[in-house]
T-cell receptor, first 115, second 113 residues
Framework: EPEVTQTPSHQVTQMGQEVILRCVPI?????FYWYRQILGQKVEFLVS????????KSEIFDDQFSVERPDGSNFTLKIRSTKLEDSAMYFC?????????????FGPGTRLTVL | GNSVTQMEGPVTLSEEAFLTINCTYT??????LFWYVQYPGEGLQLLLK?????DKGSNKGFEATYRKETTSFHLEKGSVQVSDSAVYFC????????????FGAGTRLAVHP
């Protein structure tokens, strides 16, 4: 069964450093998402992406964050200058269509630890 | 605003016990409702979904019925197994073209032999 993959599984970085989290969505999917889960809290929407542009973003997704689909397979989340509060599990997801109940398929997540 | 509220965990059960995890929502319009499950060390997997009132989603012995009158989508299973131990997330997608999932806090289930 096709699956979403994410690398690395765990990233440790120093405050102020840039990090790039990588995702490979399911190959024929067109809609891509990033979510995050701070330890002990809810899974929160960050951003959605379609046709090489952001379709929606949350208040969390400020100027420090950016997303990119640099080629036909990868989907990346960049945090330019990490803060302690960016420590969280980051999940990538993809879906094939925009129908409301169409399934979003999630990757296993990247745990980001900012020291 | 739009939100999902789940019962707090952890829920600890013996094998073959009956499971209920409560989920209620607040939303404008007519959302689609989902249960996702996260097994240890893995990502979120769709367990079941329902797209309109009175629909029942079911999968792997789990069921949930979309109740518009009580704005609820409670997850049930008649006989849990140790392998069902995981974190369960209730979520919604708003109608009208929105496409982000809004999650509840998650409920951890631990099933003992």
């Amino acid at each position: 069964e096709p699956e979403v993959t994410q690398t690395p599984s765990h990233q440790v970085t120093q405050m102020g450093q840039e990090v790039i989290l990588r995702c490979v969505p399911i190959s024929n999917h067109l809609y891509f998402y990033w979510y995050r889960q701070i330890l002990g809290q809810k899974v929160e929407f960050l951003v959605s992406f379609y046709n090489n542009e952001i379709s929606e973003k949350s208040e969390i997704f400020d100027d420090q964050f950016s997303v990119e689909r640099p080629d036909g397979s990868n989907f990346t989340l960049k945090i330019r200058s990490t803060k302690l509060e960016d420590s969280a599990m980051y999940f990538c997801a993809s879906r094939g269509t925009l129908q409301g109940a169409d399934t979003q398929y999630f990757g296993p997540g990247t745990r980001l630890t900012v020291l | 605003g739009n939100s999902v509220t789940q019962m707090e965990g952890p829920v600890t059960l013996s094998e073959e016990a009956f499971l209920t995890i409560n989920c209620t929502y607040t939303a404008t319009g007519y959302p689609s409702l989902f249960w996702y499950v996260q097994y240890p060390g893995e990502g979120l997997q769709l367990l079941l979904k329902a797209t309109k009132a009175d629909d029942k989603g079911s999968n792997k012995g789990f069921e949930a019925t979309y109740r518009k009158e009580t704005t609820s989508f409670h997850l049930e299973k008649g006989s849990v197994q140790v392998s069902d131990s995981a974190v369960y997330f209730c979520a919604l997608i708003l109608s009208g073209g929105y496409n982000k999932l809004i999650f509840g806090a998650g409920t951890r289930l631990a099933v003992h032999p």
